[in-house]
């Protein structure tokens, strides 16, 4: 996750970023989803993709979410530590737990902003820069709805060929999400100029925006201790 660039290559890609959008894939809605829900309500959803810097950076601003937490899934309490996630053997995938209002957004919706802009559901046990099992895309599900719901979504995608290669998300159950560190929560909102957060995680923020913006909200949801212009 962490990595060295020279003044050179920041400041090269701070000006791709202000003058194009990377592209994301044009993904349609999910013909199997739930339905809105009539009253507001919380849900949560744990994804993992890549870096959670990123992941929490993008649902951060996702219509109807009502907070995103950096954490650990995938493994046991005893390694859900990133110092032990790091080195790749904890079984742990660096996640995010979403809590969101089904009468504002749905699951499909979200899983929609996962596969379109969020990261890449191609690559297998990477993503970016980073390598490894605990960077892989991966949607833990709570209940059989949202089993079925991402199973059907996966094979929609995989058959309209939306991506060049087969989608390889994993569909496993979730058994236990652990908070990661505090350093770790809000990452991109502390450190917007972080080169990682430049390179990597402005250019989804910028795709959402773009691509999906009926689902995208400019500020982060009510109670954020700190102001940002992500």
Known sequence: MKFMLSRFLIVAAAIFILTTVSSAAVIPDPFVDSRRATV???????????????????????????????????????????????????????????????????????????????????????????????????????????RRIAEAYINQLDQAKVFERPIATQLVGLHGFYQAESYHQDFAVKYPNDPYIVVNDLPKLANLRKEMPKLYVPRRFTGAKRNSNL
Do not use: M
């Not at 907070?67 to 996640?95: D, I, L, M, Q």
């Not at 890449?120 to 209940?143: A, H, K, L, M």
């Open 40 to 146: 507001p309500s919380l849900q949560t959803v744990v994804l993992g993709g890549g870096c959670f810097w990123g992941l929490q950076a993008v649902f951060e601003h996702v219509k109807g979410v009502t907070s995103v937490t950096a954490g650990y899934s995938g493994g046991s309490a005893e390694t859900a530590n990133y110092e032990a996630v790091s080195g790749g053997r904890s079984g742990h995938a660096e996640a995010v737990r979403i809590t969101y209002d089904p009468s504002q957004i749905t699951y499909g919706q979200l899983l929609k902003v996962f596969f379109g802009v969020a990261h890449n559901p191609t690559e297998i046990n990477r993503q970016g820069p980073d390598e490894g099992t605990q960077y892989r895309s991966v949607i833990f599900y709570s209940d059989e709805r949202q």
